[in-house]
């Protein structure tokens, strides 16, 4: 079975960073697209950044600037730093593989990041 687990999540005051990292298991990582995504109590789950197999990276314009996605595929892993955090950041971060080939899609457990004004 497909596992994600996401890590990292923690309280931080607003202007702090956090780096938040996302281990893939019994997946081949390579050919999935990786994606962070997060959610606030009452509202949906929005898209925070994407990275393709082949290292493009997509951002919210919420985030742009701020945060930065990316892979290791050596370690099947994927990490968001996110830096000048703002309370508005605050939520549970999701983290979403995509099969290219399966076109299925897998979550982790989500890990929640609260920032402090």
């Known amino acids: 079975q497909v596992q994600l687990v996401e890590s990292g999540g923690g309280l931080v005051q607003a202007g702090g960073s956090l780096r938040l990292s996302c281990a893939a298991s019994?997946?081949?990582?390579?050919?999935?697209?990786m994606g962070w995504y997060r959610q606030c109590p009452g509202k949906q789950r929005e898209v925070v950044a994407d990275?393709?197999?082949?290292?493009?990276?997509n951002y919210a314009d919420s985030v742009r600037g701020r945060f930065t996605v990316s892979r290791d595929n050596t370690k099947n892993t994927v990490y968001l730093q996110m830096n000048s955090l703002k309370s508005e950041d605050t939520a549970i971060y999701y983290c979403r593989a995509y099969g290219l080939i399966s076109r299925q899609q897998y979550w982790g457990q989500g890990t929640q990041v609260t920032v402090s004004s």
């Open positions: 019994r997946i081949i990582f390579s050919i999935h697209i």
């Open positions: 990275i393709t197999n082949g290292g493009e990276t």
